[in-house]
């Protein structure tokens, strides 16, 4: 199936961005939302000079503006003329240990990545139902898998939760042509994590989103990505003991 018309948030950057090149490549039409909106003009110059053929609309987002969300998904649907598939990107990696007066920043990262993707949701679901039709993806974290210790403690919870979410409305669209996908990546190179310098299985951000928009054309239920070593190392982290687990995050 061709979903002609995709929206992405958090697409200035990172997984985002990379995301809205492979799909351009696709000869998909783009809506692209971010904050950084100088961001978002570069890379529609560059979408369409290298596939003129589409349509690239750029908003300017913050995702815990709720009311905002609901409207720019209101307008880019307008100006594609539907919304087919919605991807409900942007999010937030910072986060210290629970109880070391961090409350402030573990607080931005839960309303970030949980909060404003409900929000996400609510607003795609709501265009999907009106059109009975469309694919709603969420991007979780292997990090949902199982709670994590210190920094990722945050940021793993709020991973599991969108998880949650997205399956909970996949249960409400069981028997309709609505389609739910939750993408787990693995350690994928973006902003997010380019300070980090030696992390194994890290993959270049090009062959680890290509893996991702794979997963996510195949429109299936869930999926780790890149699918090796991850899937493996998915269902370990949700059946190993405890203190193992401790060992690998």
């Known amino acids: 199936m061709s979903r002609k018309n995709i929206l992405i948030t958090g697409a200035s950057s990172g997984l985002g961005e990379e995301m809205a090149r492979q799909f351009a490549a696709l000869g998909r039409n783009l809506a692209l939302a971010a904050r950084r909106t100088d961001r978002l003009d570069e890379l529609r110059a560059e979408l369409t000079a290298t596939y003129p053929g589409i349509t690239v609309a750029v908003r300017a987002l913050d995702v815990n503006d709720h009311d905002a969300v609901f409207k720019v998904f209101g307008e880019f649907r307008e100006e594609l003329g539907s919304l087919d598939r919605v991807v409900v990107n942007a999010g937030l990696g910072k986060g210290q240990p629970i109880g070391t007066g961090y409350f402030y920043a573990n607080k931005q990262t839960a309303e970030t990545n949980f909060v404003a993707a409900l929000a996400q949701c609510e607003a795609a679901m709501e265009a999907f139902r009106e059109q009975d039709s469309g694919h709603l993806v969420v991007i979780s974290s292997m990090s949902a898998m199982r709670g994590m210790r210190g920094n990722l403690s945050t940021y793993a919870a709020t991973k599991a939760g969108i998880a949650a979410l997205a399956e909970g409305i996949r249960v ?70 405890l203190p193992i687990v401790a060992k690998m995050s």
């Open 172 to 241: 409400d669209t069981l028997k309709t042509p609505i389609k739910v996908s939750t993408i787990y990546p693995g350690y994928i190179r973006s902003e997010m994590n380019d300070k980090v310098k030696k992390t194994p299985l890290m993959v270049d951000t090009v062959p680890g989103v290509r893996a991702m928009v794979k997963a996510i054309e195949r429109e299936v239920a869930e999926a780790c990505a890149p699918s090796w070593p991850w899937t493996l190392l998915g269902f370990a982290m949700r059946n190993l003991p």
